[in-house]
């Protein structure tokens, strides 16, 4: 009953209002039900009252009948009869000559009545039963036979007045229910103020939501005193804010990653536009300006093209078309397409090693491979050995791809995944590489839920891809899958 009273409310009312109100919904019953059972139990101690009462007058009349000769005594031996009544006025008293049926004495005229009265004749002899008067007066009635002295017998019928009872339930239920109002009202009221100031937390939830903008994202929620209750909520609001914050500044480290990597070709576009056209220039002049111009566009058109790919990557929207690939495969595959760049570089390419399939985009999965290698080309010393490494670490397979060259310090390390992070600046450029490399790489590791890790030590600098390994059911068949194809 308390739900259906709480869906009636409409959603705007306030929290408070709604503790109080089902707290007051709540009190009702409860009182009700506590006055249904003080009624009943008060109805109940009021019978027990009467009928014990009962039992005494009757032990009285015994004994006052017991000291009166004969029958035909009774009729003038009322006196006898007074201890009976004594601070009784409520009680009625007939007595009667069960051979002859001749009323002997007659207190009053329910004492007549109750000699007749239908439940007063039906009920069992020497049990307390009630009964009621033809206008609805409510008597508790004993009837029996007792002797006198001379060993006759005599009816008696016994009968107690039960108005005062009835006012004094009556009362009871009169008196409850002038209190219940004042009761819930002091229920409600004392729900609502202990639900207002429960809440007051919430209201730390809303000056902080009001508070925050693009510059202070940094801002959390202070768990210190939160009920058991909000400090869950609390901690995921801060979390909440997290992820935000760290959303929001990645998107300001894009922005000015992807500024400071577009300005350069822009800014060189520009230069040799305006150079070309500050005077005359012959055919070949113009043709070799915009034969350079076209090399800056073809990079920032790359530079722009990895950027959105990473962008996706890092929020789950690259389509991967998943099938089965073999590793060890595509890493040789790679390796034959690169050994001309290795060569030129005086690098030797080595594959080794084997593993389950994995469940992967085959292309994506060569263009991460392609860029690993490359990276490890670049980076390699003179008649050295870049080795392609397949294998499998438990429940993942790993790809690790390693190089001889100069090592990368701890500090560049952490950061060798980040966009247009570069350990030498200016020899990468130099050599073309846009910093974008390493950041593909780390996306599309994340793309197939997998990882990549660096690991630089030795003058030998290792990144190992690891990916979930397929069950062996699933794999058992992957080598005869693959077609063959070129790396991105």
Not at 256 to 271: N, Q, Y
Not at 274 to 283: D, I, M, W
Request: hydrophobic share 45%; with cysteine.
């Amino acid at each position: 009953m308390i739900a259906l009273f709480l869906r009636k409310l409409r959603p705007r009312k306030s929290l408070a209002l709604r503790i109080a109100f089902a707290s007051a919904v709540f009190g009702l019953v409860l009182a009700t039900g506590a006055i249904a059972l003080g009624y009943e139990g008060l109805s109940h101690q009021l019978d027990e009252r009467s009928a014990a009462e009962m039992q005494g007058r009757r032990e009285l009349l015994e004994h006052i009948l017991a000291t009166i000769p004969a029958v035909p005594a009774i009729a003038g031996s009322e006196g006898r009869f007074a201890d009976l009544f004594f601070g009784h006025d409520d009680l009625h008293l007939a007595l009667e000559d069960p051979h002859s049926g001749k009323v002997l004495l007659r207190s009053s005229d329910i004492a007549a009545q109750s000699m007749s009265a239908p439940g007063h004749a039906a009920a069992a002899a020497d049990a307390v039963h009630g009964w009621l008067t033809p206008g609805g007066g409510r008597f508790t009635g004993l009837h029996g036979t007792a002797k006198v002295a001379d060993g006759g017998d005599v009816r008696f019928f016994l009968s107690v007045d039960r108005h005062r009872d009835a006012s004094l339930l009556a009362g009871f239920l009169e008196a409850t229910i002038l209190a219940v109002p004042l009761l819930l009202f002091m229920v409600a009221t004392g729900a609502g103020l202990i639900a207002s100031t429960s809440l007051a937390p919430l209201r730390n939830f809303n000056r902080l939501a009001e508070s925050i903008s693009a510059k202070s994202l940094n801002q959390r929620l202070s768990l210190v005193g939160l009920p058991r209750e909000l400090t869950d909520t609390g901690r995921e609001i801060n979390g909440m804010l997290e992820r935000i914050d760290a959303g929001y500044r990645q998107l300001e480290d894009f922005s000015g990653d992807l500024a400071h990597e577009m300005r350069t070709p822009v800014a060189t576009l520009l230069g040799r536009t305006q150079v070309a056209l500050s005077q005359s220039r012959s055919t070949g002049e113009l043709r070799e300006v915009l034969e350079g111009n076209v090399e800056e566009l073809n990079r920032l058109a790359s530079i722009i093209s990895d950027m959105l790919f990473i962008a996706q990557a890092e929020h789950y929207a690259v389509p991967v078309e998943a099938g089965l690939v073999d590793l060890s495969h595509e890493a040789q595959t790679v390796a034959d397409y690169m050994s001309l760049i290795a060569e030129e570089k005086d690098v030797r390419l080595e594959v080794n090693g084997e593993a389950p399939a994995i469940s992967a985009d085959r292309l994506l999965i060569q263009r991460v491979i392609t860029n690993l290698v490359s990276n490890a080309i670049r980076h390699a010393s003179a008649h050295s050995v870049v080795s392609i490494e397949v294998a499998s670490l438990g429940a993942n397979t790993s790809l690790a791809v390693t190089n001889s060259g100069e090592p990368i310090v701890p500090a560049n390390l952490q950061r060798i995944f980040d966009r247009f992070y570069r350990v030498d600046p200016a020899r990468a450029r130099a050599e073309g590489g846009s910093g974008l490399g390493l950041a593909i790489v780390r996306s599309i590791a994340m793309a197939h839920h997998g990882s990549v890790a660096g690991r630089s030590e030795g003058g030998r600098t290792t990144f190992t891809l690891s990916f979930p390994t397929l069950p062996r059911t699933a794999s058992s068949s992957c080598r005869h899958a693959f077609g063959s194809g070129h790396p991105m």
